[in-house]
């Protein structure tokens, strides 16, 4: 009788005394089944309810020290933060009455330090060379949560990470965003959708396949972006491809010469991508071209040994106005390569401020997470390092770690340290 | 008397006109040298004219700390440190408040401006000689470190290599002033690479050389005592034949050729054939491997692999060596060992990745400086091999890490500072600011383990070399 | 002595001393004031600039004596002889020099010491050649490191680095791409490295715009690109996209993949090598190539397994339409005549470039009207050109031979810097019996004219482009040297 087209709607006109008996007895078939996989469930459930440690997410707690880092990067008197349900509700102000407290004399509140570019806890490379263009390899398909990797960063300070495809591909896959420790105890990954790799560095060009040159190279990247616009392009590639070109999706581009980084400028203001820069060695030649092209900069990895032209490239890049990310590098790099990285940076002209920004606000902002990790303010997750000291002074040390209001980590106890100058 | 005083102004007045009009063109010369003298920018007179650099806190290297102290450079030496020190006439002054004064850090084991390793073998090759002079980028990028001083090391990949050397990064000086010690140590290396059977042979040949120089040194003593024996007999032969012949003239010359000749027999069967003895050849590596042995030269080795280091502690052990350890990423493990036998060691500085530090199994340890110096070695730290060409060293921030992981403070600066020094034997010249020692000195714009320190002036010598841009 | 003597003594003392403290006080600050550091003059460069100099070479008439240019806003507004200049204008004057525009390479190869390096390596010259070239070039590579280094970077010798080289490193490289043997829809700006040291050299001889030319290693290689030599990086290129690059001859059988190796060094050719290994194999790759552009123009579907790629097809159409030029490389008289007649049965125009044996074609290429960008001019090849084998018969008196036939041209340096570059081969030239102004027309106008650019640059000439250089002579003279050079209404170079 009904007329309408949307098939749900339609009902049997009539039904004979056998078929609905029989839709009965599958009825109740059916409610047995469910009821009888809830019973099973219920326990399981109520185990991980009471394996949730005490001090789980969804008390008030509040952390105090020393000081803080503020948005800005700045130290400033009396940390005081309030979680709750693993956000920080409250920085600063009076201490809220009947809250858990954990207080660190002398210590400093930052905001989880953030690694965006390494390739901590992977099992295998990271590379996929048979073609040079793979916008759907997936970078979180080689995170292995189990790696004792993962420990030692999150004993460094770093709370998340972003897993980066290697540099032989031209479009080399899609970054993934983890984290080294969760509320829930164990490393994560929080997104597998992460920015698009690409890369013009020389490990591209392969005898075997195309590209063989920086001609070709370019070329096909050209043609790809544009075959996007047109939307010839194969259904496989065009979801990632197709947002990266129309500007939805950041790219992250390893541009390793002055001349990779201005091919990068030229396409992103043709086609008006939003791109990062990774790997960039003539920070000296091009800083001054950027402008406002290019989303940011990710600096590094700088060592204790690192040359002079890549310590200075984070100064010429702030001071150009380029928002500058800085990059740990793990794990071929030291478990604080981060804040090694940091001060190497300060000690060749960056700004202080700047430099714990780039370790922890930027990256956040470069990876796509701006608004959720990276700050202590209100509203944002409640990922905390508690330094010893100020986090770029390598004389401190990790008390405690805090990721989504829970703390993972807590230093074994040493001789306190005494004032510093 | 007026006219005495007229007669004695004129007088003066015609000499001082009559003496200058003659030779009037000496009056500028002088007055423009006076004034070039006077503005400083004579370099005689910056050596002559003491600097006194005030108001700064000064870290002395020694652990000794002045607040608002003062030190006077001078001839090229530390003529006074203190907070109360009185500043000597026509000094220069610096205006340092607000910034720290240290000695200039020692670098004990960098290849900056090293050009050329030895060969093996050859423990003669001097680094000293392999010291670039005119690497001007490489050495402003010590200074720009804080360091005036490095260990430049003769290392062959595997055994034995060279002598290393202490040298100061003066640009420019006679090498008195810039090679502190041509021959500090002789430089060994026990490779991890190729396993342990490799180590084993690199062990052996190591004491297979100590050995072959101890029975060298006896060859020698040897030679001299058969040497002098066969000079004895020479001087007691040719006194006796002296005497024979006086004899012989006493006696009166009847004799008959029959009786010479039986003269000359009977000489002639007493006399063997006095052979002088065979000089042994000059070894000049074995030579080395001695003054090492007398304990004159410190022996280096790196090692990094724990059991390269017990085989190289038991020769230590066995020749009675003056051993220091370098690299040593793996004397944590031999702690108690290593504070008994009473060797220093000297750390790098720049980390291990997160991969590599775990790589060498469960013996990876995240606070090496820490569990050595608990256990009373004495430890240094050196920059160790640069990872490429414009790789700059920073010395301070290794030693900032290690303080992080546990490191005494006040030791710490001692590790690039006076215990460096120790360690190469030239606490007299360099690594503390105290009188008398070489006016090396640093200015940082804070302390220099905190975040943000720059260098501001580095003094070698009482010279000013390098200045920081931007610096007034 | 009386009172007045005394007085007049001591007043004369007196003032002697006062005199002698003003003087040494003078003397102080004279040396202080030469200590002190002398302060730059600050702000922006004046928008009009008027050089005046003993002789002007506009290329558009005579050579004015004493002339003075007027430069505003990047482009020259007057140039004469008794001209005024505006209040406010920057004047450069220097009297014994001359001026020229800037001169422009028709064929220029940037960066050519690195691929040079890498197959001299391979014929026995030392690897520390690339390194070198390397280093002169990259604005911040490393020094050359010790042979032990390079004997660690390359374990498998020169085969495995010429491999690894011939592969696209360093990417700074003018590399044509070697995944197809026809790759028009490649250019040759992608590959280029604005930054390269070259671009300093070049400048240095009074280059100010080159046309660089991709390398001979396909046979229908990229698309050349027209750049400045110095100004802002975002100005710098001027046509992204110029003509398509052919090669006839024995270019793309040496350098293609996996060809580089000599015989008996390497695998037989066969059908997993890649094509071309024979000068007929060039011939065919050409033909088939244009055969299925037209066919494809037709409306039907090219096969084959040898097909150019499909984006190759739109481009090689559009210079069957003429709308994009060709040029086509060739140096023996026979591949001239290989491209004579390849482009005759599709009915193509080209340049020719290189053209070593021209002289050998004259009136073949005075009929079919090819204009030639000719060069450089040797007596005994050297570098990779001396390795090819082809450059055995070379003429120093093919530009007057060119000439005197009536065809076009203009002369290049290619990869030869210096010394050897483009004002140097214009001199040879003029020795070997090319007259002086064809000679100063076939590096200005001529090259201007091929490349399109006439009236905008290669000529003084109210409304071109402000690219000159000041010669502190003749420019065509043994001695002379650019004592300034001018790009886009800045000076950008002046000799110390």
Redesign the interface.
């Known amino acids: 009788m009904s007329t309408s087209v949307d098939e749900r709607s339609t009902v049997p006109m009539a039904m004979s005394e056998a078929e609905r008996r029989a839709m009965q007895s599958d009825r109740i078939r059916r409610i047995a089944c469910v009821g009888l996989i809830a019973a099973l469930m219920l326990p399981a459930m109520g185990w991980a309810q009471a394996a949730s440690s005490p001090t789980s997410a969804q008390v008030v707690r509040v952390v105090e020290a020393n000081a803080y880092v503020t948005p800005e990067g700045k130290l400033r008197r009396s940390g005081r933060v309030v979680i709750e349900n693993g956000v920080i509700v409250q920085v600063g102000g009076e201490r809220p009455a009947g809250t858990v407290v954990d207080g660190y004399e002398g210590g400093v509140l930052c905001p989880g330090l953030i690694d965006c570019h390494t390739g901590l806890g992977v099992l295998g490379p990271l590379g996929e060379h048979a073609a040079a263009v793979q916008p759907r390899v997936r970078a979180r398909d080689a995170f292995n949560r189990y790696s004792?990797?993962l420990r030692?960063?999150l004993e460094a300070g770093i709370t998340t990470f972003g897993l980066v495809p290697d540099d032989e591909n031209l479009v080399g896959g899609r970054v993934a965003v983890c984290q080294t420790a969760s509320p829930e105890g164990g490393a994560r990954a929080l997104t597998d959708g992460g920015p698009l790799k690409l890369s013009l560095a020389p490990g591209v060009f392969k005898v075997d396949r195309e590209p063989t040159s920086r001609s070709a190279a370019l070329g096909m990247l050209r043609e790809k972006l544009e075959a996007v616009h047109g939307g010839s392009n194969s259904s496989a590639e065009r979801d990632a491809l197709r947002a990266f070109a129309e500007g939805r999706l950041a790219g992250w581009l390893t541009a390793p010469s002055g001349a990779d980084v201005l091919a990068g400028v030229q396409l992103a203001d043709e086609y008006g991508l939003r791109l990062t820069l990774i790997h960039t060695h003539d920070a000296r030649l091009v800083a001054g071209e950027l402008g406002d092209a290019v989303e940011g900069v990710v600096v590094g990895p700088l060592?204790?040994?690192?040359?002079?032209?890549d310590?200075e490239a984070a100064k010429r890049f702030v001071e150009a106005g380029v928002p500058v990310a800085l990059a740990g590098g793990?794990?071929?790099?030291?478990?604080?390569s981060l804040r090694?990285g940091?001060?190497?940076a300060?000690?060749a002209g960056l700004p202080?401020a700047a430099?714990r920004r780039a370790i922890t606000s930027e990256p956040a902002k470069l990876l796509g997470l701006g608004k959720w990790i990276g700050t202590i303010e209100k509203g944002y997750q409640a990922d905390l390092v508690v330094f010893s000291g100020?986090p770029?002074?390598?004389?401190?040390?990790v008390l405690a770690v805090y990721v989504g209001g829970c703390r993972v980590y807590v230093a074994p106890a040493?001789?306190t340290?005494?004032d510093?100058? | 008397m007026f006219?005495n005083r007229?007669?004695m102004?004129?007088s003066v007045?015609q000499h001082r006109?009559g003496r200058f009009a003659r030779a009037w063109w000496l009056?500028?010369p002088v007055?423009?040298s006076l004034?070039?003298w006077l503005?400083g920018?004579n370099l005689i007179s910056a050596q002559v004219r003491p600097l006194a650099i005030e108001g700064a806190?000064v870290l002395t290297g020694t652990g000794e700390v002045f607040r608002q102290g003062t030190v006077v450079l001078q001839g090229g030496k530390i003529s006074a440190v203190g907070r109360k020190v009185k500043r000597p006439l026509l000094a220069r002054r610096v205006e340092a408040r607000r910034k720290?004064v240290t000695p200039g850090f020692i670098d004990c084991y960098t290849v900056l401006t090293l050009r050329g390793k030895p060969r093996s073998g050859v423990a003669t090759a001097r680094a000293a000689d392999a010291f670039d002079w005119y690497a001007r980028d490489e050495i402003e990028?010590a200074w720009r470190a804080g360091i005036t001083a490095v260990y430049l090391p003769a290392h062959v990949p595997d055994g034995t290599g060279g002598l290393g050397a202490v040298i100061r990064l003066l640009p420019h000086g006679s090498p008195d002033d810039v090679v502190l010690a041509g021959e500090a140590a002789l430089c060994s290396s026990v490779a991890g690479r190729g396993g342990a059977l490799a180590r084993v042979k690199t062990t052996e040949a190591l004491r297979r050389g100590f050995i072959a120089a101890r029975e060298y040194r006896e060859a020698c003593e040897d030679y001299e005592e058969s040497l002098k024996e066969y000079e004895e007999q020479l001087a007691a032969r040719s006194k006796k034949a002296k005497a024979d012949a006086a004899k012989k003239k006493a006696s009166g010359k009847a004799k008959g050729p029959n009786e010479k000749k039986e003269g000359e027999a009977k000489a002639g069967k007493k006399e063997e054939e006095l052979k002088k003895p065979e000089e042994p050849a000059t070894d000049r590596v074995n030579e080395v491997l001695l003054r090492v042995l007398d304990g004159e030269l410190r022996w280096r080795v790196e090692a990094q692999d724990p059991a390269a280091i017990s085989n190289v502690l038991d020769i230590a052990e066995e020749f009675h060596l003056a051993l220091v350890l370098e690299g040593a990423t793996g004397a944590h493990l031999c702690a108690e060992r290593l504070a008994a036998l009473d060797v220093p060691v000297v750390l790098w500085?720049?980390?291990?990745?997160?991969?590599?530090?775990?790589k060498q199994g469960e013996q990876g340890c995240a606070a090496p400086a820490t569990v050595l110096q608990d256990a009373g070695v004495a430890v240094c730290f050196g920059?160790g091999v640069?990872?490429?060409?414009?790789?700059?060293?920073?010395l301070a921030?290794?030693v900032?890490?290690a303080?992080?992981?546990?490191f005494d403070?006040v030791a710490a600066l001692g590790a690039v500072t006076s215990e460096a020094a120790a360690l190469l034997g030239v606490e007299d010249e360099i690594g503390r600011l105290v009188p008398g020692n070489r006016a090396d000195v640093v200015i940082w714009s804070?302390?220099p383990?905190?975040?943000?320190?720059?260098v501001e002036r580095v003094y070698i010598g009482g010279r000013e070399v390098y200045r920081a841009d931007g610096d007034e | 002595?009386n009172r007045q003597t005394?007085a007049t003594?001591?007043g004369s003392?007196a003032a002697?001393a006062a005199r002698?403290w003003v003087?040494?006080g003078l003397?102080?600050l004279m040396?202080?004031g030469l200590?002190l550091p002398v302060s730059a003059e600050g702000g922006e460069p004046p928008g009009v600039i008027a050089v005046k100099a003993g002789r002007v070479h506009t290329m558009t008439g005579d050579a004015i004596d004493h002339g003075v240019v007027i430069i505003r806003d990047g482009v020259i507004e007057v140039v004469g002889r008794d001209v005024e200049i505006p209040a406010g204008a920057e004047v450069i004057e220097l009297p014994d020099g001359v001026i020229t525009p800037g001169l422009i390479d028709a064929c220029c190869m940037v960066d050519f010491g690195i691929p040079e390096g890498a197959t001299g390596w391979l014929h026995g010259a030392k690897p520390y050649s690339f390194w070198r070239a390397l280093s002169e070039i990259q604005p911040e590579a490393?020094?050359a490191?010790s042979i032990s280094v390079l004997d660690r970077e390359f374990p498998a010798g020169p085969v495995g680095a010429v491999e690894k080289l011939t592969a696209g490193q360093p990417a700074h490289a003018t590399w044509a791409d070697q995944a197809y043997e026809v790759t028009p829809h490649r250019r040759v700006v992608d590959s280029l490295n604005l930054l390269s040291n070259d671009f300093a050299r070049l400048l240095r001889g009074g280059v100010t715009m080159a046309y660089i030319s991709p390398d001979s290693a396909n046979v229908i290689g990229g698309r050349g690109a027209v750049v400045k030599t110095a100004g802002p990086l975002g100005d710098r290129v001027v046509c992204a996209a110029g003509a398509v690059k052919a090669t006839m001859g024995g270019d793309p059988i040496r350098r293609g993949l996996p060809n580089y190796l000599p015989p008996m060094y390497g695998p037989t050719p066969n059908f997993h090598t890649r094509r071309p290994t024979t000068r007929m194999g060039v011939d065919w790759v050409f033909r088939k190539a244009f055969f299925d552009a037209a066919k494809a123009q037709a409306g039907e579907k090219p096969g084959g397994a040898d097909a150019p790629p499909p984006p190759a097809l739109p481009v090689l159409q559009q210079v069957l339409e003429g709308r994009v030029p060709l040029r086509i490389q060739a140096r023996m008289q026979h591949d001239i005549f290989s491209a004579l007649r390849l482009a005759e049965e599709f009915k193509l125009n080209f340049i020719l470039e290189e053209g070593t044996e021209a002289y050998r074609c004259l009136p073949q290429l005075q009929a079919a009207g090819v204009p030639v960008v000719f060069g450089p001019l040797y007596m005994t090849a050297s570098g990779y050109r001396g390795r090819t084998d082809e450059a055995r018969r070379p003429r120093l008196t093919t530009p007057r031979q060119l000439a005197d036939a009536g065809i076009a041209f203009a002369l290049t340096a290619q990869e030869l810097r210096d010394e050897e570059g483009l004002v140097r081969q214009a001199m040879v030239a003029v020795r070997h019996g090319l007259d002086e102004e064809e000679a100063l027309r076939s590096i200005t106008t001529a090259p201007a004219a091929m490349l399109g650019l006439s009236g905008k640059v290669g000529e003084l000439s109210p409304g071109a482009a402000a690219d000159l250089v000041v010669w502190s002579g003749e420019p065509l003279s043994a001695t002379s040297r650019p004592k300034l050079v001018v790009v886009g209404g800045e000076v950008v170079y002046e000799l110390e």
């Open positions: 004792w990797q030692a960063a060592g204790m040994m690192a040359e002079r032209r310590a793990l794990p071929h790099q030291p478990a604080d090694i940091a001060c190497v300060t000690r202080r430099a100020d770029l002074d390598l004389r401190s040390r040493t001789a340290q005494g510093r100058p | 006219d007229d007669v102004i004129s007045t006109s009056r500028w007055l423009v004034a070039w503005s920018a806190t720290y990028a500085s720049q980390p291990a990745g997160l991969a590599y530090q775990w920059s640069l990872p490429s060409r414009g790789s700059e060293p920073r921030l290794g900032a890490r303080i992080g992981q546990g403070e804070r302390h383990f905190a975040p943000g320190a720059r | 002595m005394l003594r001591a003392v002697r002698t003087r040494c003397m102080l040396v202080l200590s490393p020094d490191p």
